[in-house]
């Protein structure tokens, strides 16, 4: 699809200068654009290439300044990662668009469909389960029985929902996540094997919530695992059964979140975390990348890092000293030489 800088500007409210009716074609970034692709600027950083670039046109700030003659097409809008970010979400609204039934798809006669959305080639969607409005379903993805999930959602290939889950409105679940698997129970018997715990329990997830591919979020042994609003989680997580996750939070890739704990709202995980059970971390946390969480955070909004996990700040500092010493060891050594000669 094209468009002109005239047709791109109305849309952001935004002002034209240079060619009205140039267009574009594609997107790129400002560095490697080409003729025929729109480019932003708004980290000023990267402003030497308004100057270089080939793209047709670039989204600038409307109070940028220039300091050099541009041959781009200039779209002047205030605040031009914004106004990027709401074209990216259109090309992907249009890349996304699908509707109707492929062949080769298995719905229970209990199944209830709503209107719109699309279901792909080889989905299979088991008995009583209830799909909204506008859903789309790509190909090979399984939803068991009694699954409930709302309007608008996507779930991408691959997906397996488990019985009895259930998904709010808006949810994006993307290629091979599983959600509903068997919570990791085991009893120990006095033979030394394991005794498996039936796992009867479900997983809630409410609206507006992303999940990243190859995720995988346990039912709960009893009652439910439970994501809120708004959480976003990365790709490669687990989510172990019980556990509860607070509205608005996000978590990076890698991470795992051990049975029946509760994570706040608006905490931030970095990638690789790893949260022990049972404990509670409260609202605005953030966990630096590879940290290990072996206790609840009480107190909120702070910032925590380290394996053991320690203040953020302190774990600076440790790491400041663990680079001193080998240094500190040869003072030593030499010092208890010195001591020695003495004697």
């Not at 379903?137 to 009895?164: A, H, K, M, Q, S």
């Not at 068997?182 to 507006?208: L, R, S, T, W």
């Amino acid at each position: 699809m094209q468009f002109t800088a005239e047709q791109i500007a109305t849309v952001l409210n935004g002002r034209v200068e240079g060619n009205p009716e140039i267009s574009v074609s594609t997107l790129a970034k400002i560095e490697e654009g080409n003729e025929g692709a729109l480019s932003f600027l708004s980290n000023l950083k990267y402003e030497h290439y308004l100057y270089t670039t080939k793209s047709s046109i670039v989204i600038v700030n409307e109070n940028l300044t220039l300091q050099g003659a541009v041959s781009a097409t200039l779209i002047r809008v205030k605040d031009a990662y914004s106004a990027f970010t709401e074209l990216l979400k259109m090309v992907d609204s249009f890349r996304n668009e699908r509707s109707g039934r492929e062949e080769n798809i298995v719905i229970h006669e209990s199944a209830q469909i709503g209107e719109g959305g699309y279901i792909g080639a080889f989905a299979y969607i088991s008995k009583h389960a209830k799909i909204g409005n506008n859903v789309k379903i790509y190909p090979r993805v399984y939803i068991g029985d009694n699954v409930i999930i709302g309007d608008n959602c996507t779930l991408f290939p691959g997906v397996t929902i488990y019985t009895d889950c259930v998904l709010g409105a808006n949810v994006i679940v993307h290629a091979g996540v599983v959600i509903g698997s068997d919570g990791f129970g085991f009893a120990p018997q006095p033979d030394g094997a394991y005794d498996k715990i039936p796992q009867i329990g479900n997983v809630i997830i409410e609206d507006d919530v992303e999940i990243g591919a190859n995720t995988v979020i346990d039912r709960a042994t009893m009652g439910s695992t439970i994501l809120r609003k708004g959480v976003k989680l990365d790709n490669l997580i687990q989510i172990a059964h019980n556990v509860e996750i607070g509205d608005n939070t996000v978590i990076a890739a890698q991470t795992g979140i051990s049975g029946s704990t509760k994570v706040g709202k608006q905490v931030v995980l970095g990638g690789q975390v790893g949260v022990v059970g049972h404990i509670s971390i409260a609202d605005g946390t953030q966990v630096q990348a590879q940290s290990g969480v072996n206790r609840s955070v009480k107190e909120g909004n702070l910032k925590w890092g380290g394996s053991p996990f320690a203040p953020y700040t302190s774990e600076l500092r440790s790491r400041v000293l663990y680079g001193k010493l080998p240094n500190l060891e040869k003072r030593i050594a030499e010092l208890e030489k010195l001591i020695k000669s003495n004697k």
